[in-house]
């Protein structure tokens, strides 16, 4: 113990993986509060307006939605091979893998810019003339839509972010085989920002 | 004490730090010691405590006449807004956690440090992030918003006022508050130093404990909410226009979800810091120690159910508006918990009345009249005569300003001399104490008398039968003001010219008594003792009367 206390001294590092993945679960809790009041919301609004968040839904595109849906889960499978990769001490294989998570998270935010301009086009965004035009019920629908499509996908861009930072953490060797509580943490937060899209996928899309 | 005297050698922590620059403001600002974090946040909220205290005072000096005295109907608003603003969100929210949380958590643990030091810097960057877009947004066209603190649509999206910047910065502020949460919640599960069991903390710790979960799970409601603020004002979606389908009801939810919970955040740590200022000075345990430490965790959990009693009169339906009322009475129990425990511990105690005991006998009598009309408000038939009226004001400041306000000053008196080493001038600081109840209750009391009298809250203008209510406050606002004058005073001259502090010099037993005044870089010389129970006095009986 006393050995153990002058060396920490020390170096003054203070390791404590337990410790970080524990904050992290925190935040990942905050997180999910942070959503819990946008579907909040969708649930009194859906609850008061049930015919016409249907006529909306009728207008989503759900071979987009299901597109993404597969995209966001093959990163978040990605995402996991890079971890176990790094567990087995292959740092090659576990970049090629944080690689094609990125890519998978571009591919997402590139379809949702297709879906999100052809809403756009059809003059369906918050404040236009043809949305101010429809019954309340719309209007909210569509509001939600643009709002919580919108957080998410900040999340997503936040969590690419984060992941460069882990690319460059791996290639650096910060991030190693024993000491990877790092990569883990990103990956929790990119399984967040998978499973809040695993509820706004059906909401959206598929409860007609 | 043993261990006092081996640690005279080393070095404070104002002489080592964690930066490269040993000295100047770069050691401070990018330091990530909890304790010079601790002082860091100090610094930034005295010093908005004292601007919300001047703009309370223009308040006040605005209501001593009925009609337009010196400020308009629209500055009047603003001023009233800011002053919650600043006075909730940069004062009382973060006060005593951000502070004494920040400084005394890992020491009343035993720990070097907090779980996520870098974190803990960026909390504090976070919150002077936020109070820097709060303050801009007085000088910008437009001004600061004028629709109270609590935001309310469809108003706050309608006016002309710069109400992003207000909301911008409340968000940041509950962002920073979130990270202090975590940090706090990740440190007490795993920092404790070896043989310090839960039911061996402090009750401080525990009381932090509690509030940091709240701050988790309450603070991201409110982010979401003035979020939708915001996305309102600048891209029109209709969640809270009435206009557009949405309701306006449901944000006065939403808002609530956090913003009762907040007023234990506000309310908790103080509970905390009371438990272990009255065990010190009664030299006795607290009596019913696991109770008052379950009492902080049921607090913490059956105030976050409480929330629709700010809006009886709102259109509830009777049903909720009942339930809402039951549990607002049963929250009550918690809090009586604690104070008939604290009185309990005093029973057969030795008690030496020194001046942070002093304002902890004012916090017991204002928090105990704030508690009990809150039950006033809490019951449905008297709520719909006096709500939103003054006994609203007068309520809530017995709670906040009489309650959590007035231990802010009773942990800076008790923790005085262990943060910077000096002692201050213990004969001013108990007529601080003295002015202080006398001040609060000539500048607060008649506000009961007001708003029981049907003078609604946050009107500049008045009738005037009134008015020699009015002026009774406004004189007693001036008495307050030379109150904290003179405290604050006090403080800074004993920072300048105060004798030397001793390493225990109230005779208290948790851990930070066991380091140096003010302790070194990592805390401890050597690892402390960990007492067989949290306030064991028997080995102290040498010391009657602090080791000076």
């Given amino acids: ?208 | 004490m043993a261990n006092g005297t081996a640690v005279i050698a080393g070095k404070s922590f104002y002489e080592e730090g964690t930066t490269k620059s040993k000295s100047g403001i770069a050691s401070w600002i990018f330091s990530t010691d909890h304790k010079r974090i601790g002082l860091l946040y100090l610094i930034s909220i005295v010093s908005f405590f004292i601007i919300g205290v001047i703009i309370a005072e223009l308040i006040r000096l605005e209501l001593i006449a009925p009609g337009e005295t010196i400020v308009d109907a629209e500055t009047y608003n603003r001023l009233f807004t800011l002053h919650g603003v600043i006075m909730i969100f940069l004062f009382i929210i973060p006060g005593i956690p951000a502070v004494f949380g920040n400084f005394f958590l890992p020491i009343q643990i035993g720990a070097k440090d907090v779980a996520f030091p870098r974190l803990n810097l960026l909390s504090w960057w976070l919150y002077m992030t936020g109070a820097v877009l709060a303050i801009t947004s007085l000088f910008l066209p437009g001004g600061p918003a004028d629709t109270g603190w609590t935001f309310y649509v469809p108003y706050s999206v309608r006016t002309g006022s710069n109400v992003i910047f207000a909301l911008l910065a409340a968000f940041i502020l509950g962002f920073s508050s979130i990270l202090t949460g975590l940090n706090f919640v990740t440190t007490v599960h795993r920092l404790r130093i070896k043989g310090m069991s839960f039911f061996k903390m402090p009750l401080n710790i525990w009381a932090l404990y509690a509030t940091a979960w709240i701050q988790v799970i309450a603070t991201p409601i409110i982010g979401i909410t003035l979020l939708l603020i915001i996305i309102e004002r600048t891209f029109g979606v209709g969640i809270f226009d009435p206009t557009l389908g949405g309701d306006p009801v449901l944000y006065q939810h939403l808002f609530w979800i956090y913003s009762h919970p907040a007023v234990y955040v506000m309310i908790l740590p103080a509970m905390g810091v009371v438990s272990e200022i009255i065990a010190t000075f009664s030299r006795r345990t607290v009596f019913g120690y696991k109770m008052v430490a379950f009492s902080s965790l049921t607090i913490a959990f059956v105030g976050y159910l409480v929330w629709a009693h700010h809006m009886f009169t709102a259109g509830l339906s009777e049903t909720a508006a009942v339930v809402f009322s039951l549990l607002t009475f049963i929250v009550a129990i918690p809090s009586a918990i604690k104070v008939f425990n604290w009185v309990a511990t005093m029973y057969k105690g030795s008690i030496d009345p020194r001046t942070p005991f002093k304002w902890v006998m004012v916090f017991i009598f204002l928090f105990s009249i704030g508690g009990l009309t809150g039950l006033v408000l809490g019951s449905l038939a008297t709520d719909v005569h006096l709500h939103d009226t003054y006994f609203v004001v007068a309520h809530f400041h017995f709670v906040m300003f009489g309650g959590a306000g007035t231990i802010f000053f009773a942990a800076m008196h008790y923790w005085f001399p262990k943060m910077f080493g000096k002692m201050y001038n213990e004969k001013i600081a108990d007529i601080g104490v003295y002015m202080f109840l006398i001040s609060f209750l000539t500048l607060y009391f008649p506000m009961f008398l007001l708003g029981y009298n049907g003078q609604p809250r946050r009107y500049f203008d008045y009738l005037p039968q009134f008015q020699t209510l009015h002026v009774i406050s406004t004189i007693g606002a001036w008495m307050m003001l030379i109150t904290i004058t003179l405290v604050v005073w006090n403080l800074i001259h004993a920072l300048r010219k105060g004798e030397k502090a001793p390493d225990n010099p109230w005779g208290g037993v948790t851990l930070e008594w066991q380091t140096s005044s003010p302790p070194p870089l990592e805390n401890f010389e050597e690892m402390p003792n960990v007492p067989n129970e949290p306030y064991d006095f028997s080995h102290l009986t040498g010391i009657k009367d602090g080791s000076k």
């Fill in chain 1, 1 to 208: 113990m006393e050995a153990n206390n002058i060396s920490e001294h020390v170096t003054h590092r203070h390791r404590d993986d337990v410790g970080a993945k524990l904050g992290m679960w925190l935040f990942l809790f905050t997180e999910l509060l942070l959503f819990g009041g946008m579907f909040l919301a969708y649930a009194v609004y859906r609850m008061k307006y049930p015919q016409q968040f249907h006529i909306s839904a009728m207008e989503m595109n759900t071979t987009m939605g299901t597109l993404n849906t597969i995209i966001l889960l093959t990163s978040s499978l990605t995402m996991v091979l890079s971890i176990a990769a790094m567990q087995k001490r292959n740092k090659f294989l576990s970049i090629i893998f944080l690689l094609s998570t990125l890519f998978l998270g571009t591919l997402f935010l590139i379809n949702k810019y297709f879906e999100w301009s052809h809403e756009i086009s059809k003059g369906i965004y918050p404040g236009s003339e043809v949305l101010l035009s429809k019954q309340n019920g719309e209007i909210l629908y569509f509001g939600l839509y643009y709002a919580m499509t919108g957080l998410h996908g900040l999340h997503v861009i936040i969590g690419m972010i984060v992941l460069v930072f882990m690319l460059v953490f791996v290639i650096n060797d910060n991030i190693k085989w024993d000491d990877y509580v790092k990569l883990e943490n990103a990956g929790l937060y990119w399984h967040l920002v998978d499973i809040i899209w695993i509820f706004l996928f059906p909401l959206f899309y598929l409860i007609q």
